[in-house]
């Protein structure tokens, strides 16, 4: 069996969170959870993802800004960043994408789509390795808040025999280095 990928999904909305780890439930994977895009920045940097899921209206440091922090840093140029977002407005799919993310994905979504999404990055080219160097600061400044709307009504998902290999693991932006 592979090495379970290491999936960081950003979301302010507890709701939003659980969703994507129900779906990812029978997967093999390891699910980090950040509720800000700092600590998403700080999750990234301590656990290296494989793939980033990133929602954009976070409050503090929003999705976009943790994106573009993310994707100047040598080690993370390769690493998929998906906008998993609720903003459909004209423009916003083209700020995602200047903002460095690699896909852009309307909320709410389906556990087939979620799935084939992480199945067409987990199948491209690996990304290429670049040792960690420390970032001058870690901590960018935190955009204007914003508010996610509330988590959609989970689909029914079907049952697995399989046991997941899902690790929650979260941090806050108090976690002491």
Do not use: W
């Not at 029978?26 to 999750?43: H, M, P, S, V």
Request: aromatic share 4%; with cysteine; hydrophobic share 40%.
């Amino acid at each position: 069996m592979t090495a379970p990928m290491t999936i960081l999904y950003a979301d302010d909305n507890p709701g939003n969170l659980q969703l994507v780890r129900l779906a990812l439930r029978d997967q093999n994977c390891r699910f980090l959870e950040a509720k800000d895009g700092q600590t998403a920045i700080d999750l990234a940097l301590r656990e290296h993802p494989d793939l980033i899921f990133m929602d954009i209206n976070m409050p503090g440091v929003d999705g976009l800004a943790a994106t573009k922090h993310l994707k100047a840093l040598p080690e993370f140029a390769r690493t998929p960043i998906i906008a998993l977002t609720s903003n459909t407005m004209p423009g916003d799919r083209e700020a995602c994408f200047a903002a460095g993310c690699d896909e852009y994905l309307v909320k709410p979504i389906l556990r087939s789509e979620l799935l084939k999404t992480i199945a067409h990055f987990r199948d491209a080219k690996p990304k290429e390795t670049t040792p960690a160097q420390p970032p001058d600061a870690t901590h960018i400044a935190a955009a204007p808040e914003a508010a996610t709307p509330p988590a959609a009504t989970p689909a029914e998902l079907p049952p697995t025999a399989v046991q997941p290999v899902i690790e929650a693991v979260t941090a806050s932006p108090e976690t002491p280095e």
